[in-house]
């Protein structure tokens, strides 16, 4: 299992890791920033009429659904730390073509979008329907959500390695991993990271804001720590599949399904 230190110096080892975590903050904050300054003044537009006032909703809904690209292009870049890390390379991989980034990211969103899929019906369907009713639904819901997100990045991992939607339905290869010691560490080792890293994010954003170009580079302060969070998660897959093919070469039982690490 990797060490803490080596995890958190990953996406900042040499001056081209700085460079990629800086250039995709500062490319999602131009990407965010207009698009949230545009709404935000549209929906403090007041309309008289019924077709202005239907049209501007509509236009904040579109709006709103492009301030989702910044997410996806963080999501297809931790994608390919992934597969980065699943392949044995020290460094983090370069941005790239951000049309790859959107494409890769937009699959990525949509496996998170099925695991939260439901807990998020639940969750809603409870605050409609309130009472007693909504709120075991929305007990329910909380659970249901705990368990995705700790399913999810076991799920994103394989998909990666397997290359295949499948993947996130592969219920044998999962359960071996999610079910297995050194996941739940990580997962551990993950919050107590988090909790330590609070202050210097806080921190570091407070400095940022204070001038145009931190301004633009502010995504960097939680793209580092989901990097450092990736690479923990794929170190875990990655370890846990050379042991099990391992386990089946001694047995001589034929290796199953090939994962593409």
């Keep these: ?16 890791a700085v460079d990629s975590l800086v250039k995709l903050g500062v490319v999602t ?13 549209v929906v403090t537009v007041q309309l008289e009429t019924t077709v202005l006032a239907f049209l501007t909703s509509l236009f904040v809904v579109v709006l709103d659904i492009l301030l989702l690209v910044p997410a996806v ?21 370069a941005v790239g073509s951000y049309r790859a980034l959107v494409r890769i990211g937009a699959a990525g969103s949509g496996v998170i979008g099925l695991y939260m899929a439901v807990p998020f019906l639940l969750l809603v369907s409870g605050s409609f329907i309130g009472g007693v009713v909504g709120v ?14 700790y399913l ?19 219920v044998s290869a999962l359960q071996g991993l999610v079910l297995s010691e050194p996941y739940l560490k990580t997962w551990v080792r993950v919050i ?5 890293l ?10 940022m804001a204070l001038t145009i170009i931190g301004i633009l580079a502010l995504p960097a302060v939680i793209i580092y720590p ?31 399904r090939s994962t593409g690490i």
Aim: net charge positive.
């Design 136 to 149: 075991m639904l929305m007990v329910v819901g909380g659970v249901t959500a705990v368990i995705a997100v």
């Design 226 to 256: 989901a990097m450092v969070y990736t690479y923990l998660f794929t170190d875990v897959y990655r370890t846990q599949h050379r042991q099990h093919v391992n386990t089946q070469n001694t047995a001589g039982r034929p290796i199953g």
């Design 73 to 93: 292009i963080i999501v297809g870049y931790l994608l390919l730390v992934c597969r980065s890390v699943l392949r044995g390379m020290a460094a983090p991989p």
């Design 198 to 207: 609070i202050i210097p994010q806080l921190v570091a954003a407070f400095l």
């Design 29 to 41: 904050m131009v990407i965010a920033l207009p698009l949230a300054i545009v709404t935000r003044h």
């Design 1 to 16: 299992m990797v060490s803490a230190k080596d995890a958190l110096l990953y996406p900042v080892q040499d001056r081209t």
């Design 192 to 196: 107590l990271l988090q909790a330590a």
């Design 152 to 170: 999810l990045p076991a799920a994103l991992t394989h998909y990666v390695a397997v290359k295949q939607r499948s993947a996130i339905r592969d």
